[in-house]
């Protein structure tokens, strides 16, 4: 028995040296342009998609807050959990199972390398990974003494202007307008400032602040005598004992997929590779979103594999009151919680934080490796009972001044598949929930089913889960991926999103039904030449506007857009991008409308040097609004363009970050849009007379 003990070692031994030989070779000869910067191709990803779909302005900068603490801290992926690996969302379930399952068979991983001989890690796939992960001894566990704060603590400070150059109809008025009517222009200067502090002292406590100032706010006078319109701050403690974190401040909460819980962006989004959130957990966050985030106090401990999660969030909204007290003025009845985050009008000051939110609750999560199960119940409460207009779309909306949400979810994973799912219920009653399932029969293939029924009386104002109404309600649907990798350097991907909404929505008398579906190649053809093509086609049903009969009709719209990029690496230095889009907008059969974009860009970093530029030529031309292009543009850091274009014109930007020192970085970025086919841009207050609309942006970064 000893002898085949023995035997057994060394002809593992054996198999170890011969894959560690192999792979190093392979790694070498097929490194590609998939080394490129990871996490910023997954953020453009994200924010395109859900750019097409919102009109509001969002903060991403807590996402890529989360790389840049990996990149600081990389996962020591011989002393992990399920979890931390999790939050890569690159790798799906089955790579991380099998991840383990190898260190469980082979013992410890002594090279990066060795990674290529798991099932489903290929040279790509590891060259995504290498920022984020290490190997080696656990990191040292650094105690917190008053004296090392000052010596071993980071700190980094960014101060952002903006502007749009032109005058905007919001800011030239005179005195007689605005006693007629005072909303007629903008309390404020046209000027954007963005502030952000963060100290850090190694993975064990940090420190931040933010605040924001919108174009037409106020500053340092009037409405805002403390500077900023908005600030979030935070101050965390991580990894003391059984206590995994305690936040105060401003934070994140999101468990299982969403569904019951997921304040913040999710990322599940078909079209950026994955339609499951990354595992659930408590976040500090400074977003400078000044909607939908929770302010207070939470903590996760961490018992061997149990985890308990609290919290208790209590601020104030803005809302539109209808209904006060005579007497003491409090509000008692509102029409709808303000969601814009402006308070450049004395309409949108007088609403500004005039009702209270209490949400308070919790999460209980049991995981292993390979096998999760939790519990999530929270309670929501306003000072003020909502209760918008009754019309025939909104009668199973939330209305009252309290809610209760509870819920499970689970997931596990058995050799090649990955299973997981989850379950909500609203106070009144209302249940949603989904199913999903993630197959791998190839190392090479991946391919994911989810299934979700959202009732249409399901009330969750946090909720947060893949779907394709503005929210987690009245939805039925299935959404298929896939993800080949045929042959070396090619990539297929894809999926298929069909979807129903049983009962009626804004300017939808009926019930509906649409589907979404995308097919990208992508193919390396030299490690400096990376090309891609995708074809997506979405349809969904509408009332036809206009039509004066009185009885509603609905009318089918389809939406085919292609996409052609080519990324190049022209030397270590320079890299270009050229881009070309051509969409189609059909309506029946008496509309049929396109839109067309041709873009060059261009990034130039000089090796050795301190300085670079990123350069972005565009044409475009579109019929209408209705074939409108999102595209990314290159921004500053923790800043995120994606303008959107429409009609005829030219779009150039040009980008240029310098540090002259260590400890400091500047960047300025100057964007124009010249349009051919009109003299007026933009509606309104942000309307500028004129064919040209140019915005300058200046930051600053100190690092010490």
């Known amino acids: 028995m000893a002898y085949l003990l023995l035997k057994k070692e060394v002809e593992n031994n054996i198999l170890r040296i011969t894959i560690q030989l192999i792979t190093v070779l392979s790694i070498t000869l097929t490194s590609n342009s998939a080394a490129q910067n990871v996490s910023a191709d997954f953020i453009e990803q994200t924010i395109e998609k859900l750019s097409e779909n919102t009109t509001k302005e969002i903060d991403f900068s807590d996402h890529a807050d989360e790389f840049e603490q990996l990149r600081n801290h990389p996962i020591n992926i011989n002393n992990t959990t399920f979890n931390e690996l999790n939050q890569l969302s690159f790798l799906n379930e089955i790579q991380i199972n099998n991840l383990f399952l190898y260190i469980q068979t082979y013992g410890t991983i002594f090279s990066l390398s060795e990674l290529l001989a798991i099932d489903g890690f290929d040279s790509m796939t590891i060259q995504k990974t290498l920022p984020f992960i290490s190997i080696g001894s656990p990191p040292q566990k650094h ?121 913040g962006i999710s990322a599940a989004v078909p079209g950026t590779g994955s339609i499951r959130r990354a595992s659930g957990s408590i976040r500090p966050s400074i977003s400078t979103n000044d909607v939908a985030y929770l302010r207070g106090v939470a903590s996760t401990l961490r018992i061997k594999n149990l985890e308990i999660s609290v919290f208790y969030s209590d601020h104030k909204l803005d809302a539109n009151p209808i209904n006060s007290d005579s007497l003491t003025r409090e509000i008692l009845q509102i029409s709808s919680m303000n969601g814009s985050g402006y308070h450049r009008l004395p309409k949108e000051i007088q609403n500004k934080n005039n009702i209270r939110e209490r949400i308070y609750g919790g999460n209980l999560n049991y995981r292993n490796n390979f096998f999760s199960i939790g519990a999530t119940a929270f309670r929501s409460h306003w000072s003020a009972s909502l209760d918008p207009r009754s ?150 049903q509408a009332n036809i506007s206009g039509s004066q009969d009185p009885i509603s009709h609905l009318a089918e719209s389809k939406t085919i857009a292609l996409r052609y990029q080519l990324d190049w690496s022209i030397s270590s230095s320079l890299q270009m991008k050229n881009r070309f889009d051509i969409l189609e907008n059909r309506k029946d059969i008496t509309y049929k409308h396109y839109g067309y974009l041709i873009s060059q860009g261009l990034r130039l970093k000089p090796v050795m040097k301190t300085y670079s530029l990123a350069l972005l030529y565009a044409l475009f031309d579109t019929d209408s609004y209705n ?69 300058l942006t200046f930051q600053l970064r100190f690092r010490f």
């Open 143 to 263: 105690p917190i003494r008053v004296k090392e704060l000052f010596s071993y603590g980071r700190s980094e400070l960014i101060i952002r202007y903006q502007q749009v150059l032109q005058k905007q109809k919001g800011y030239v008025f005179n005195d007689s307008l605005l006693d007629k009517n005072p909303n007629a222009g903008y309390v404020g200067s046209p000027q954007k400032y963005v502030f952000r502090y963060k100290y850090s002292f190694y993975d064990r406590l940090s420190f931040g602040i933010s605040g924001e100032k919108d174009p037409g706010e106020e500053f340092f006078r009037g409405s805002q005598p403390t500077g900023m319109d908005f600030y979030s701050g935070y101050l965390s403690l991580t990894n003391t004992g059984i206590l995994k974190n305690v936040t105060l401040g401003n934070f994140r909460a999101g468990f299982g997929q969403g569904l019951v819980l997921g304040s």
């Open 627 to 695: 074939e409108r292009i999102y595209t990314y543009e290159n921004d500053v850091l923790y800043g995120y363009s994606v303008p959107i274009f429409y009609g005829k014109g030219i779009r150039f930007s040009l980008l240029a970050d310098w540090s002259p020192v260590k400890w400091l970085t500047l960047w300025m970025k100057y964007a124009q849009t010249f349009y051919t086919d009109r003299n007026v841009i933009g509606t309104g207050l942000e309307e500028v007379e004129g064919n040209t609309k140019s915005e």
């Open 391 to 540: 019309y025939p779309y909104n009668r199973f909306s939330f209305k009252g001044n309290e809610n209760l949400n509870i819920g499970s979810d689970f997931q596990f994973v058995v050799r090649n598949i990955y299973v997981f799912g989850e379950l909500g219920r609203s106070m009144n009653g209302g249940i949603a929930w989904l199913l999903g399932g993630q197959f791998s029969p190839d190392p090479r293939m991946a391919f994911t089913l989810l299934y979700r029924n959202y009732q249409r009386n399901y009330q969750d104002l946090l909720s947060n889960a893949i779907g394709q109404n503005s929210a987690n309600a009245n939805e039925t649907g299935f959404v298929f991926t896939f993800n080949a990798k045929l042959f070396p350097g090619f990539v297929l991907s894809g999926y298929a999103d069909l979807f129903q909404f049983p009962w009626l929505k804004y300017q939808v008398d009926f019930s509906t039904h649409g589907s979404e579906y995308q097919i990208q190649g992508d193919y390396s053809a030299s490690k400096y030449v990376l090309m891609s093509l995708r074809l997506r086609i979405k349809s969904k």
